[in-house]
């Protein structure tokens, strides 16, 4: 991998990023005939590993946080790695939550080692990328060996809980509250039962509406994970003592209702 490591400071458009990243992962899209500003960029789209907002921007500098998402989405698609279950030291990032769609992307290039912060523990979500750092970043990516793994020296202040744990702190104590942080939409086409629906930009905005008493144990659940980790954080900055979290319906054979 020394040989990629391009000693430049020109920044790197999303086209070109994107190049980097597909060719990386061995996919012989030149043998369809197609240049790669098509090619790489379509089947990209097509992967779910890019989105209609790259398309539009393919000739402008890309940002950390464009980047971040773009390499995480590439590690689930194209190299079919896991995500790390425990992301708690990227909240050291000072900037983490300041992109809500952007999180679960950030935490998990930023824990693995692939994407560091920047001085003063931030992760600069809208600054741009050089071809050096690009270049360090598609190494790390690759290469296990040169990652720089971040890990969190204090104790994690939300918990997980098994769905059957849950269950249990529901029966057991009267007062605990159940919370899908999806959308509504999301939330009238299959949810836990005796669950409510608190949409996570509800949260985001007010999270004092969740609940009076600071000290009522929450439960939250989404469909992946990712916006009830944001809403764990929203609500234990808001003071909150007792929040969990439940895995997400893509990741648990609950009985939905509609």
Not at 38 to 49: K, P, R
Not at 113 to 126: A, W
């Amino acid at each position: 991998m020394k040989n990629m490591i391009v000693q430049s400071e020109d920044q790197v458009t999303t086209e070109e990023f994107v190049r980097m990243i597909i060719k990386s992962s061995k996919v012989n899209l030149e043998e369809t005939g197609d240049t790669w500003s098509s090619g790489y960029m379509e089947y990209a789209l097509q992967m779910g590993i890019i989105e209609d907002y790259d398309m539009s921007n393919t000739s402008k500098p890309i940002e950390r946080r464009s980047a971040a998402r773009i390499v995480h989405e590439a590690l689930l698609t194209e190299f079919r790695e896991k995500d790390e279950y425990e992301w708690s030291a990227a909240e050291n990032l000072k900037d983490l939550y300041s992109c809500h769609s952007c999180v679960m992307h950030i935490a998990q290039v930023y824990v693995k080692g692939i994407m560091l912060g920047r001085d003063n523990n931030v992760f600069d979500v809208k600054g741009c990328i050089t071809r050096e750092e690009a270049s360090a970043i598609l190494a790390r990516m690759l290469d296990p060996e040169q990652r720089i793994p971040q890990i969190m020296e204090n104790k994690v202040q939300s918990k997980k809980l098994s769905p059957e744990k849950a269950w249990e702190l529901l029966r057991n104590e009267s007062n605990a509250k159940l919370i899908d942080v999806r959308t509504k939409e999301e939330y009238n086409l299959g949810h836990i039962k005796d669950s409510i629906c608190i949409p996570l930009l509800d949260i985001s905005n007010n999270p004092y509406s969740v609940c009076e008493r600071k000290d009522t144990p929450v439960i939250l659940y989404c469909q992946k994970g990712y916006k009830s980790s944001v809403a764990a954080q929203l609500l234990i900055d808001a003071g909150y003592s007792r929040i969990y979290s439940i895995p997400g319906i893509e990741e648990y054979w609950y009985d939905l209702i509609i």
